[in-house]
Structures are given as structure tokens and as C-alpha cells.
């Protein structure tokens, strides 16, 4: 395992849709499934819309398509769990810019949805790549090894949106390590320095890093410590005095 490096997430959703009905695309083939106990997949499919609205939480319908998956394992079920995750979220192009991603490296947590990317609304700059990628993603997963959804879209090409992370205010700016292994034990936070902490601690517990690293690794948490920045320059500067 290599350093861990930061990233500070900022989470701005747009409260107002005004492409109407982007919520409702992939409630079908969910209602139609016939896995699962009697009636938990027409209600997994109630639960869709309120994670497709332009306020939701962009991690919310990951979480959501993973409860899909697990109901069975027929085709149907993960092709209606897959159509979860690449569908569209509302969006509202005369309040905002740019979509919300789901910038949480764990979801979603099933093998088989991972590496598909979503639609976004074709008002956004850079639509016709990203639109092109989620189609090609729900036959060709891309690589998302260790990565977000947010990640894996930026790989590809496109990077016109914000990041979001689940259980944080919409104005929330959060720092979290994109190493999955220092993820596992500190997933975010809103203090850099409890991140960085954490990273130089598993430089010991688990990369068995030389002496020089984690003095290296110690010597910019003091300095990160010591400027009291808690603004996005922060990841920039930690990640350029550990020399990425």
C-alpha cells in the first residue's frame, strides 16, 4: 500500500428539479421482479424515486441497488439493479452547474455494480461523453478497483460535477484518505488532521513502511497541525509534502 492520499469533498445539492421524472426510470424493472420475499421488491422499488430527486443523497441509491442485488440471482435482478445505478438523478441546471456524485470508495459494496457510472442531464457540459461511458459501462464495467463512482467517471473523462458523501450536510466539506484500506478504519471527516493521523498510523500497522516514511508522513501532520487550514488547500498541500 502506498501513502494515502486526500481529498476534501464538498457536498452542493440543488433542493428544485427541473428535468421532471429522471426518478421514476428505473422503479419498472424492480416492481416486476419476482425475487426476494413476497412484496420486498415492489417495496425496494418505492424506495427509488427519493434517491433519484435532485436534494438526495448521491450514495443513497448505491445502497439502495446493493439491497436490490441481493435479492436473488437471476438476471432480471441485476440488470434492474444496475439500471439503479447508472440512472439519471434529477438535476437542475437553472440552479446548479454541475450533478452530484457519490464520492464514497465502498459503494456500491456488490462486485457486479461496480465500475458502471450514471446518466447525467444532457445540460451539462460534458454530457455526451459521460452518457456514452454509462451505456457502454452497463455491458463494460470500467476498472473500479479502490475507486468511488465519482472516481471511476474521472478516469474516463468526465469530472463536471461535485463530490458527496453520505450523513453530511449539503454545504459539508469533508476530508477522507482514497487508500480502501486506511478508508476502512476512518471513512471521513471534517478535521484534516484526524485523517492524516490515520494514514501515518497505518503506515506502521499495516504497510510496514521504513523509518524515513513515517518520519516524512509524522513531519507533514505537524505542519498540516500547525497552519490551523482546514480549507480543500490542505489535501493539496499534505499529498505535496508526501510528494505526489
Known amino acids: 500500500m502506498s501513502y494515502s492520499k486526500l481529498l476534501l469533498l464538498s457536498a452542493i445539492l440543488a433542493s428544485v428539479e427541473a428535468r421532471f ?61 444496475k439500471g439503479l445505478v447508472a440512472a439519471e438523478q434529477n438535476f437542475n441546471p437553472f440552479a446548479t452547474s454541475v450533478p452530484n456524485i457519490c464520492g464514497d470508495a465502498s459503494l456500491p459494496a456488490t462486485e457486479a455494480l461496480r465500475g458502471i457510472v450514471p446518466l447525467i442531464d444532457p445540460a451539462v457540459t460534458g454530457s455526451d461523453t459521460e452518457n456514452a461511458n454509462s451505456a457502454a459501462s452497463l455491458t463494460s464495467p470500467f476498472d473500479a ?55 501515518c498510523d497505518q503506515l506502521t500497522n499495516v504497510c510496514g513502511a521504513n523509518d524515513a516514511a513515517k518520519t516524512q508522513c509524522k513531519d507533514a501532520q505537524a505542519q498540516i497541525e500547525a497552519s490551523g487550514d482546514r480549507s480543500a488547500a490542505v489535501a493539496d498541500t499534505f499529498n505535496g509534502l508526501l510528494g505526489f
Open 21 to 81: 421524472g429522471q426518478e421514476q426510470t428505473p422503479v419498472a424493472a424492480v416492481s416486476a421482479l419476482q425475487a426476494g420475499a413476497p412484496g420486498e421488491a415492489a417495496t425496494l422499488a418505492g424506495g427509488i424515486p427519493s434517491t433519484l430527486l435532485g436534494a438526495a443523497d448521491p450514495c443513497a441509491k448505491l445502497e439502495l441497488a446493493d439491497k436490490i442485488a441481493a435479492l436473488g440471482d437471476g438476471a432480471d435482478v441485476l440488470d434492474a439493479a
Open 145 to 199: 478497483s479502490g475507486l468511488s463512482v465519482a472516481e471511476v467517471m474521472q478516469a474516463q473523462g468526465f469530472s463536471n460535477f461535485t463530490l458527496g458523501r453520505a450523513g453530511r450536510k449539503a454545504d459539508e466539506g469533508t476530508f477522507l484518505p482514497t487508500d480502501p484500506v486506511v478508508a476502512q478504519g476512518q471513512q471521513d471527516a471534517l478535521n484534516p488532521n484526524i485523517i492524516i493521523n490515520r494514514v
